[in-house]
């Protein structure tokens, strides 16, 4: 297997992943991946200082992309050992797969008939190509495993640029992605981040506040399940979701503002001196 990287395959336009993406605190590079698809690369690496595995790292930058794009997310990762993917969907368990480096399979089959099923795959010939992924065959690495698996999804539409592929050292595959037509930059580094992003892909401080609590209220859902609480993005989403109410009450109880004209008027009127009066 090559270096350490990930890539995440969200089932959208990237116009409607670009406001989402700043809740990965990450500076993010995303393009196009074929009709109804969208890959991202985030540029950091928080698996480098040896406190969080990549597929931990990965499997977080997906289940927060979900919940935030309401759309399905792939995160594939590799590194020297090991390789796989995790898919989330909404506020859905994630489902994962794993592979030794060699290709050696390591997880459950029951995993990729769930992946099958959350994507819409055919229930037969994708899941026949699906489970040849999880035969030991010595020739298949993991990098060969993560390749298949993309051109199964290639069948939805998938179709992942030129020089952006699973296995590719982490290190090359933001450049990669800057060099598809129509990728772009989206530079997150926390809530503060996310909610300057919904203030650009809104227009209006009642579409933005609704774009906050939509944003917010799930994402502090997802942060408080059960088993697994994550302190950083319940206050993310805690602060999206009390800013986003806030801004919804405090316009609806906003008074009219005055017509300006027609108070200058009234006080001209209220002046005025009356020719009947001596």
Do not use: I, K
């Not at 109804?36 to 931990?56: A, F, I, K, Q, Y």
């Not at 792939?74 to 794993?98: C, Q």
Request: proline fraction near 8%; charged fraction near 20%; hydrophobic fraction near 45%.
């Amino acid at each position: 297997m090559n270096a350490t990287g990930v890539l995440l395959l969200c089932r959208a336009e990237c116009e409607a992943v670009a406001a989402p993406a700043y809740v990965l605190r990450e500076r993010v590079v995303l393009a196009p991946a074929g009709p109804g698809w969208t890959v991202l690369v985030p540029e950091g690496g928080p698996w480098r200082d040896g406190v969080e595995s990549v597929e931990r790292v990965a499997s977080g930058w997906a289940s927060a992309l979900a919940v935030g794009a309401s759309r399905p997310v792939l995160a594939l990762w590799w590194d020297l050992v090991h390789a796989g993917f995790t898919l989330a969907s909404g506020f859905r368990r994630p489902v994962g797969y794993t592979w030794l480096a060699d290709g050696t399979p390591a997880g459950e089959d029951e995993a990729l008939l769930t992946f099958a099923e959350r994507l819409g795959l055919d229930p037969v010939l994708d899941v026949q190509a699906l489970q040849t992924l999880t035969r030991d065959v010595r020739e298949a690495d993991a990098h060969t495993r993560l390749v298949g698996l993309t051109a199964v999804l290639s069948r939805l539409g998938l179709a992942l640029p030129d020089g952006v592929h699973p296995g590719r050292p982490g290190a090359g595959l933001p450049g990669a992605v800057e060099a598809v037509p129509g990728a772009r930059h989206v530079a997150g580094h926390g809530w503060r981040d996310a909610v300057r992003g919904e203030l650009a892909a809104v227009e209006g401080g009642r579409r933005l506040a609704g774009a906050q609590l939509a944003v917010g209220l799930p994402l502090l859902v997802w942060a408080l399940l059960p088993g697994r609480v994550r302190p950083g993005w319940a206050v993310a989403g805690a602060v999206l979701a009390v800013q986003g109410a806030l801004g919804l009450v405090g316009r609806s109880a906003a008074p009219p503002r005055p017509d300006r004209a027609g108070t200058r008027s009234r006080r001209a009127g209220g002046f005025a001196r009356d020719p009947h009066r001596a």
